[in-house]
């Protein structure tokens, strides 16, 4: 069967941002009409706020995001309808942890008929490969046979942040949201590829899971990607059954998915069907090529990187986000103003958190809380007062465990627009 292209919302929406300001309001209108029955719209809202620049233009003049409902979610902004990819306006990321109905939603296919009826007849996870001895767990099995964990981790998208970059790179154009930190309830990954006996010949952990390719065929993978051995074997790395203490929903992978936080989220496997250990690098679709993978070495921006030149993104960089108050906010001069957001690293504690009111000029530390568990964030508080009526900006930039700080502008181009940990900021209006 022939492949297609991912193509929804977000492709329409590009292509208007393409066209505005060419003032051809005829030819404008006839390529809406043909991609919008090429996917199937009529009425939804098209995003453009995505593609206004983010990096170096003030955050006042930040676009709003417009909201959509479905199934169980609330307040989420749609960056693409086929497949679903959703993220969470950062002022809505404000909880300690995520919410279900506000985590964010990143597919590459479509989800299985099985976690749409959250039904698990018929269904067993197969560890196999590079062990003594394969397994095919039933659910009931995976809960009784090894110790039950309960963890606080984050997950946060590779592309997040991806509209920063320019020239834009293709893919959901996330601003802040493709991240969050949920309640996840499973068991070691560790313990499960213990028992199975890994050999020594052990590389890579793969996964597979059951969404279904947007072509329809069930034989074409959609994304198999995974882990080293080491990481695979960290104490943090978990296979998770329930998501806030609820069975996970069909959007984040019922009824198993992997959380290996710390890394891309796209290394967390949903809707688990097989964990395949390598005796090699894995080499599924989505592991190779520009997918998930960055230039070795600064590259000028907007060229070709040989495919020799691009290595597979690990650790994820520091961050911190903004969640209280959200920007555009009125407050009075002289009067203490409370901030608040989260920091986290992709391998190690954040152990700084500051703050500026001045453009960047002076810095003043935040309160910064240790995480709850080890790749849970870390939440942060500090009180700024302004000295006189007019417009400021708040920056917000973590350093982590080994002296690393967010950049202030968006940090080194890659052909997919990944990594972007640039400073959060927010527009504060004194009178
Ligand atoms: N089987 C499967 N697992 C997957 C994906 C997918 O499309 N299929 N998307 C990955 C990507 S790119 C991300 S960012 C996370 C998103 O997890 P979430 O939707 O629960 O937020 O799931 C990852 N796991
Ligand atoms: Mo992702």
New binding site residues.
Partial sequence: MARRRERGIHNLSRAVAALRGTGVSESRRRLLKVLGSAIGLSSVAIPTWGHRPTGLVSTALAAQPRPFTTDGKEGLTLLSDR?VNAETPVALLDDALTSNAR???????LVPERARNQDTQGWSLVVDGEVERSLELTLGQLKSRYPNRREALV?E?AGNGRAGFHPSASGNQWTLG?V?CALYTGVRLKDVLVDAGVKSSAVYLAYY?E?LHLSGDPDTV??SRGVSIEKALDQQTLLAWEMNGEPLPA???FPLRLVVPGW???A????LRRLWVRDRVHDGPKMTGASYRVPKHPVLPGTEVPEGDMVIIEAMPVKSVITHPASGVSHTVGAPLVLRGHAWCGDGPVEGMHLSRDFGATWTPALLAEPRNPFAWQRWEASVSFPTPGHYEVWARATDHRSRMQPMVVPGWNPRGYLNNAMHRIAVNVT
């Fill in positions: 497949p985590h964010f939603i990143r597919n590459n296919g997950l998208c493709a969050g899971g969404d959609v994304i959007q984040h992978g891309p989220a796209s967390s496997g949903k809707w």
